[in-house]
C-alpha cells in the first residue's frame, strides 16, 4: 500500500520534471574540465554567469590539467583548462585547433618554518635551486647568509618538501628553477611531476604546507593564494632586475605586464611569465588557460563560450583579488579579443567584438 | 500464508520446471560475472601498461628511478615500500590484535566484552583521509618529540633506525597502516577465538595447565588456520591502503631499510600522478597496477597454501594422537 503510493508520488515528480525541462526554452549547456588551481575562481564565475544568463548552463570539474587536455583532446568536453600550456604534441593532436585564452595569474610561492626568523627569507633563484638540489642543506650556509644580511639564519638542516602530486604549481616552480638554473635543466628538469633529487612529498597544496608547518628548518612552495588565505611565511626572491621581491597580488600581475613586451599580435599566449622584467616583478608567476576550439561545429556553443570568456576577462576579473588570484593586467584584453574574434563555426565568425550583446 | 502438504510437494518435485530453469540460468549468469569482471580488470590493465611493459620489460620491476621529464619510469621503490609498509604494520598490529582478541575472549568480564569489541571494530569506521590527518597532526610531531629522540639515542646505529628523521616516513606509514588494520584482524580473530570448543580449555585446565597455558596450548594451536586468515585480511587491507599512506610516507622514490626515511607504495603513487599523467607515465601507472593486483594475489595465494597446510598439519597431529 505504501510502496504504491510512494511509486506514485515519484511518477508524478518525474512528469513534473520532465514537463518543466520541456517546457523551458533551449538551453546551451557548456562543459568543460582541466586545472584546479584556478577552480575556485571558475566555479565563482560560472555560479554568478548562470544567475545571470538563464539561456547557458555552464559545468566546470577540476579534474587536473593533464585530465582537461586529455578531455579536450578527445572531445568530451566543451572547453578545457590548464596551468601549463599545451606542447607541440599535443597541439598538433587536436590538429592545431586550439586557442589557450589566459584567464587570471597564478604564482608559486616559498613558504617555510624556521622558528624565530621574523623577516621574510631573501633567496636567490641560484640558492633555491641548490636547495632544491640538496647542494645546500643548512640554513647558515653563506649563500643564504649572504642574501639575507643582518638576519640570523639557524644553524639547521634544511628539509625540503615538493608535492608529490602531478601538479600545475610543480610545473610553474621546476620551470622557474630550469630557467634560472642550467645544473637543474640538466639534471632534474621541468615538469608536472619530476624526480625530485631530495626532499619528501606533500600531496597538494594541504599537503605541503602541513608538512612544512609540522617540520621546523623546512621550505616548501604552494600558490600564492593558498599561502595568503592560511597566512602562511613567505620568502622574497630575486627577480630579473635583481630586486628581492615578496609576492603578492600586485607583484604578480607586474609580472604579465612585464611579459607584454614580448606579446606581439601573432602571439599564441603560450608564453611564460617566468623571471618577467620589471622593476617590482615577481619572477615565479605564471597564466592560467581555458582551451577552447578555433573552429568549431555548433555556432550556438561556441558563441555562448566566447562571450562567457569575455564576461570573465571583464567584470569577471572583479572577483579575483578577493578570492588570491592575480587579475589579468588591463593591456592584455585587446589582444585576447583579438584572439576571441578568430573563434568560427562552419567557417563564419561568432562574435564581433564586446559590443555584441 | 497457509500451504498445503499437496502443493509443497509439487514444488519438490517439479525439478524440471521452468521456474527452476529460469532460477539456475539467473544465478549462472550472476555468479560468471564475477570472474568475467576478474578478466576484464586484467585485461584492461595490461591493454593501458602494454606501451610501459614494452618499453621497459622486467627492468620496471627492479629500477628505481622514476623520471617523469625523461620518461623512464621504474617500480622498484614503490614495490619495496608497499611490502615493507605492511610488514611493519602487521608486525605491529597482530600482537596487538590477537592480544585484545585473547583477553576478549578469555580473561575480560563478560560486560567488559562488548564495549571493548565495539570500540575496537569502531576504528574501522574512521575514514582513511581522517587517519592521514591524525598522522600528521599528532602521531608524527609525537614521534618527533617523544618517541624518536630516546629511539635513535639507542637504536640509531643499526639500519633501522639510521638517518634523519623528516617526520613524513615508512615508521609513520606502518604505525598508521597497524592502527587502521588492527580491528579487522582482532575482529575476526576474536569470532575464530570464541568458535574454539570450550571442551578444549577444560581439558588443559583439567589437566592443570594455569589460565595461560590453556590459552597458549589448547586454545591458539586450534584457532591457528583461522587465525591465520585473520591476519591475511589485515594485510590484503594494508598493502591496498592509499589515502592515509600518501599523507604520512614522505612519497620518495628510494629504497632504504630505515624505518626514519620516507617512502613510497604503489597505491600511493597512483593516486598522486594519475591525475595528471599522459602517455608512457599512464602506462606506467597502470603497470604499477597491475603489479599491486600481482602483490596482492600472490599475497592471497600464499595465505591460502598456509592456511591450508596448517590445516592438514593439525589433522596430522590429530590423527597421530
Not at chain 1, 622584467?277 to 597564466?287: D, I, K, L
Not at chain 2, 591524525?134 to 624518536?148: E, N, Q, S
Request: net charge neutral; hydrophobic share 50%.
Amino acid at each position: 500500500m505504501r510502496t504504491t503510493t510512494l511509486l506514485r508520488t515519484l511518477a508524478a515528480a518525474t512528469v513534473t520534471l520532465l514537463a518543466a525541462c520541456s517546457g523551458q526554452k533551449q538551453v546551451v549547456l557548456l562543459n568543460g574540465a582541466g586545472a584546479t588551481f584556478p577552480n575556485i575562481i571558475y566555479q565563482k564565475w560560472i555560479t554568478d554567469y548562470n544567475s545571470a544568463n538563464p539561456g547557458v548552463e555552464l559545468n566546470y570539474q577540476s579534474i587536473g590539467s593533464g585530465g582537461g587536455i586529455q578531455q579536450f583532446t578527445d572531445g568530451t568536453v566543451d572547453f578545457g583548462a590548464s596551468d601549463a600550456p599545451m606542447g607541440d604534441e599535443e597541439i598538433a593532436a587536436v590538429n592545431g585547433n586550439v586557442l589557450h585564452i589566459p584567464m587570471v595569474l597564478g604564482a608559486v610561492v616559498p613558504t617555510y618554518n624556521l622558528p624565530g626568523v621574523t623577516e621574510a627569507v631573501r633567496f636567490t633563484p641560484e640558492t633555491l635551486a641548490a636547495i632544491y638540489l640538496g647542494q645546500v642543506t643548512r640554513w647558515n650556509d653563506i649563500r643564504l647568509r649572504s642574501s639575507n644580511p643582518g638576519v640570523t639564519l639557524p644553524d639547521q638542516e634544511i628539509v625540503v618538501v615538493h608535492r608529490s602530486d602531478g601538479s600545475g604549481t610543480s610545473y610553474i616552480w621546476t620551470e622557474f628553477l630550469s630557467t634560472l638554473s642550467s645544473e637543474w635543466a640538466a639534471k632534474v628538469g621541468k615538469g608536472k611531476s619530476v624526480n625530485w633529487p631530495v626532499g619528501i612529498g606533500g600531496r597538494g597544496n594541504e599537503g605541503v604546507s602541513a608538512a612544512v608547518q609540522q617540520t621546523p628548518g623546512s621550505i616548501g612552495y604552494v600558490e600564492l593564494g593558498y599561502a595568503m588565505i592560511n597566512k602562511m611565511p613567505v620568502g622574497a626572491i630575486r627577480n630579473h632586475d635583481g630586486n628581492f621581491v615578496t609576492p603578492d597580488l600586485s607583484t604578480v600581475s607586474a609580472a604579465a605586464a612585464g611579459a607584454m613586451a614580448a606579446l606581439g599580435s601573432d602571439t599564441d599566449f603560450r608564453i611564460s611569465l617566468i623571471n618577467a622584467a620589471g622593476e617590482r616583478t615577481y619572477p615565479v608567476a605564471s597564466f592560467t588557460w581555458l582551451l577552447v576550439h578555433r573552429e568549431n561545429a555548433d555556432s550556438a556553443k561556441a558563441a555562448a563560450l566566447v562571450r562567457y570568456i569575455w564576461w570573465a576577462l571583464t567584470q569577471g576579473q572583479q572577483a579575483a583579488e578577493a578570492l588570491g588570484y592575480a587579475p589579468l593586467p588591463a593591456e592584455i584584453l585587446p589582444l585576447v579579443e583579438a584572439h576571441l574574434r578568430t573563434v568560427t563555426a562552419n567557417g563564419s565568425a561568432v562574435w564581433s567584438g564586446p559590443a555584441t550583446k | 500464508m497457509p500451504q498445503s502438504d499437496g502443493g509443497l510437494a509439487r514444488n519438490v518435485r517439479g525439478r524440471g520446471g521452468r521456474g527452476d530453469t529460469a532460477f539456475r540460468v539467473t544465478l549462472t549468469a550472476l555468479a560468471a560475472i564475477i570472474p568475467l569482471l576478474f578478466v576484464a580488470l586484467v585485461g584492461q590493465l595490461l591493454w593501458s601498461a602494454w606501451p610501459a611493459i614494452r618499453a621497459f620489460g622486467a627492468r620496471f620491476l627492479f629500477s628505481s628511478t622514476w623520471d617523469p621529464v625523461a620518461g623512464i619510469y621504474g617500480a622498484g621503490p614503490m614495490i619495496f615500500g608497499t611490502l615493507y609498509s605492511s610488514v611493519i604494520a602487521l608486525v605491529l598490529a597482530v600482537p596487538l590484535a590477537i592480544g585484545v582478541s585473547i583477553f576478549l575472549t578469555e580473561f575480560a568480564p563478560v560486560w567488559l566484552r562488548r564495549p571493548v569489541g565495539t570500540l575496537v571494530e569502531l576504528l574501522a569506521a574512521i575514514p582513511s583521509v581522517v587517519y592521514g590527518l591524525w598522522g600528521i597532526f599528532v602521531l608524527i610531531p609525537l614521534l618527533r618529540t617523544y618517541v624518536l629522540p630516546p629511539l635513535q639515542a639507542v637504536l640509531g646505529w643499526t639500519p633501522l633506525f639510521s638517518g634523519t628523521f623528516f617526520g613524513n616516513s615508512m615508521l609513520a606509514a606502518g604505525i598508521l597502516l597497524a592502527v587502521m588494520i588492527l580491528p579487522y584482524i582482532s575482529s575476526v580473530s576474536r569470532e575464530v577465538l570464541a568458535a574454539v570448543p570450550p571442551s578444549q580449555r577444560e581439558a588443559a585446565l583439567a589437566l592443570g595447565a594455569t589460565r595461560w597455558e590453556a590459552v597458549w596450548s589448547a586454545v591458539l594451536p586450534y584457532a591457528r588456520s583461522g587465525l591465520i586468515g585473520a591476519v591475511v585480511l589485515g594485510l590484503g587491507r594494508a598493502l591496498g591502503e592509499t589515502m592515509a599512506v600518501v599523507m604520512v610516507i614522505g612519497n620518495r622514490h628510494d629504497l632504504s631499510l630505515s624505518l626514519v626515511d620516507p617512502g613510497y607504495t604503489m597505491a600511493a603513487i597512483i593516486a598522486n600522478e594519475f591525475n595528471e599523467a599522459t602517455g608512457l607515465q599512464r602506462a606506467a601507472l597502470f603497470e604499477i597496477g597491475l603489479v599491486l593486483f600481482g602483490v596482492t594475489v600472490a599475497v592471497n595465494a600464499l595465505a591460502r597454501l598456509l592456511v591450508w597446510r596448517v590445516a592438514r598439519d593439525s589433522a596430522a597431529g590429530s590423527a597421530a594422537l
